[in-house]
T-cell receptor
Framework: AQSVAQPEDQVNVAEGNPLTVKCTYSVSGNPYLFWYVQYPNRGLQFLLKYITGDNLVKGSYGFEAEFNKSQTSFHLKKPSALVSDSALYFC????????????FGTGTRLTVIP | KAGVTQTPRYLIKTRGQQVTLSCSPI?????VSWYQQTPGQGLQFLFE???????NKGNFPGRFSGRQFSNSRSEMNVSTLELGDSALYLC????????????FGDGTRLSIL
């Protein structure tokens, strides 16, 4: 079975400071990993993905994520937070067998304080 | 390229009624997935269709059903609506590969009175 944990329901960070949104996963074999962002009354927008290769993945809007196989983590990071980054962030995992669909974490609400 | 389009955006129904939601995927995308989003349960996978066939199914009762047409457009139907079915229903499309990201529509917000 696959699962995703986002241990923090809420993350607050001051504008200009670095931000981290945490994600750990459980899946058989090597996973496909994704981050999405959701703004109010909108669907989810794709930010970045890890498939293979370099453990540091760069995505949209200056976000990046680091894949750590030994810790089964895929934390989302940004060097300098913007107020406009305030939104709901979802981590998602999919195994490589095709037997299961994309499985989402419960989401982390990021608030960037001016 | 046009994004994923879901209609209607808002819907109000009463208990016992049935409802059909529509999703038009991005051109060229053959996989369409449906999710239910609620404050308490988060994002829950309903089902995925690929080339008109249901490829995966989540843990929802049989009142929830779907289909996909030859042009990849998809519909989701919920019969005998219950108060607990009030949610944002999201549709997502993707190309054929498992490592491809899903692209989401803005959802249909269904309210059951």
């Amino acid at each position: 079975a696959q699962s995703v944990a986002q241990p923090e329901d809420q993350v607050n960070v001051a504008e200009g400071n670095p931000l981290t949104v945490k994600c750990t996963y459980s899946v058989s074999g090597n996973p496909y990993l994704f981050w999405y962002v959701q703004y109010p009354n909108r669907g989810l927008q794709f930010l970045l993905k890890y498939i293979t290769g370099d453990n540091l993945v760069k995505g949209s809007y200056g976000f990046e994520a680091e894949f750590n196989k030994s810790q089964t983590s895929f934390h989302l990071k940004k060097p300098s937070a913007l107020v406009s980054d305030s939104a709901l962030y979802f981590c998602a995992v999919r195994d490589r067998t095709g037997a299961n669909n994309l499985f989402f974490g419960t989401g982390t609400r990021l608030t960037v304080i001016p | 390229k046009a994004g994923v389009t879901q209609t209607p955006r808002y819907l109000i129904k009463t208990r016992g009624q049935q409802v059909t939601l529509s999703c038009s995927p991005i051109s060229g995308h053959r996989s369409v997935s449906w999710y239910q989003q609620t404050p308490g349960q988060g994002l829950q996978f309903l089902f995925e269709y690929f080339s008109e066939t249901q490829r995966n199914k989540g843990n929802f009762p049989g009142r929830f059903s779907g289909r996909q047409f030859s042009n990849s457009r998809s519909e989701m139907n919920v019969s005998t609506l219950e108060l607990g079915d009030s949610a944002l229903y999201l549709c997502a499309s993707s190309p054929t590969g498992l490592n491809q990201p899903q692209h989401f529509g803005d959802g249909t917000r269904l309210s059951i009175l």
